[in-house]
């Protein structure tokens, strides 16, 4: 049941990040809680998992931001100045079968598609680990404008570069290893890419740092930045990921950022004991740089209590700020909702004003 449950929950969190679930509570004036002046007041870096605000979107309602990270490419092209910019990259699994130790099947879904606009329907799988790495970095390597590289990689897989608009969007499972590419490039203005590394898929700590160390090779070489999302340090899934207490405290001195994911349904039952056990993972043979970890809050199911706790061990430990994960949750609408109270509480330290229907400089 656990399993299935964090299945769902990352099921969710791709579909937000491609923009699905994304329609405002509005209140019936239509004003919002947040708006484009709030950035320039956040005492940290706040990434939402969204697509950035256009140039003539008046009705964005993923403020306050200061970068944006979506799987939509061509929404980073046509995005306002003024927000860092990254590319969501999904780090490809492999599905051949694994088992646990009581012989039952560890279920994984296929992999997405990139595109260039809207999710895709139809997944990939791939048979082993190697491939499912190496479509990864050829995918990457053509956001990067490195073709030959991204081409030379996929050969020594044995894996086929298919662009996007020459295969169909047809059924929910596509060929096997085949490696799609999505239209288009990073733009100049972009910062970077983002990995969402949940693989799941029985590789060893070795066979994960290795892919990892290489993805940020690639990036950093183009002369943009890497940042990495994964699972909870704590989680019992990272089994299945590799993602051991010394690959993570590697990973930071690798990539830019890299996450501590903070969530209602974590292993330890509170989300203060997990913020403090993924901090130990992390600092496991000394100190950590806190300017290149970001603390990922669950908006759905977290407390006003837990939001009010990450922001004070964000400014507390020196960390890079926030990345904020809806999970469902609403964005947008008035100051008095759920949701716009635990973002409030999260990148300011405080509650709005009761009786105003935006956080003044005054209120915060």
Known sequence: MKRARTWSACAALLALLCGEHAVAARSRDGAQCFSATDPARLPFRVFQQAPPPQRRDAGYVHYPLT???????GKLATAKRGVGLWYFQWGNRSNAPLYNTAGKLVPRKPNFQPASGELRSQRTPFTTVERANACT?????????EDAKGAEIAQKAGLPLVAEREHQDVGSVGPADLCLLAEGRLPRKAVGVFLD????DGRTP?????FLR???????????????MINPLDAPSQVWTGITGPVARELVSQFDYTTIWLWARNAQGSLPASYDRQMELLRQGGKVDGKRVLALFELANTSEADARFVHD??????????????????????CDSPVNRKTALLVFGRLPGVDSKRPSDASM
Request: aromatic share 4%.
């Open 67 to 73: 970068d944006a990270a979506t799987m939509q490419l």
């Open 197 to 200: 590394y949940e693989v799941g």
């Open 137 to 145: 970095l050829a995918q990457t390597a053509r956001l990067l404008g």
């Open 206 to 210: 070795e066979q994960s740092l290795e």
């Open 214 to 228: 290489r993805f940020a090779e690639l990036v950093h070489g183009a002369g943009r930045k890497a940042g990495v």
């Open 313 to 334: 061990a964000i400014r507390r430990d020196g960390l890079a700020g926030a990345m904020l994960w809806r999970n469902r949750a609403v964005q947008g609408g008035p």
